[in-house]
């Protein structure tokens, strides 16, 4: 892909600041990427919150985390679920217990350890995270199919850039 004379070639790297540290510039579009990550978080803690309540209107946002964790695979212990999300025993326990109360997740015997259990969803989970996350997918492809694959690709590198 070529740049154009005034647009800069897109590589693997953020262009170089052409303004030192502390240049009022890079001070001010910094200020504004803060800005607008705060917003972004903002943003994805109302999904959250909205994608909680489809599955149960009692249900937290951290609670709909530990579910999707249990859910997808990623995460079938209470251990692993602490790890996963960074939170504390005492928060993942209570969502656990209240997950188990709704009829959302169930403790059964490990296969691989007979001694040890591990958290599944059930069915009546599967069936609601399925639906809340179906909604939320909706609404992000509609805001991104606004955009060309070219800008998304360079979105995503930015993004992963920013990530590591």
Sequence with gaps: MSASPDEPAR???????????????????????????GRLFARIRVSWREAAATVHPDLQPLGYQVLTSIATGKATSAGAIIERLQTD???????????????????????????????????????????????????????????TAEDLDHFAELLAQFGD
């Design 11 to 37: 590589t693997g790297a953020p262009a170089a600041a052409p303004d030192g540290p502390g240049s009022p510039d890079l001070d001010q579009a910094i200020s504004r990427v803060e800005h607008e990550l």
């Design 89 to 147: 025993k005492s928060a993942v326990s209570r969502h656990v217990r209240q997950l188990e109360e709704l009829g959302l997740v169930e403790s059964v015997r490990d296969p691989d350890d007979r001694r040890a259990r591990v958290l599944v969803a059930t069915e009546l989970a599967q069936e609601r995270v399925a639906l809340a996350r179906s909604r939320y997918e909706a609404r992000l492809g509609e805001r991104l199919r606004r955009w």
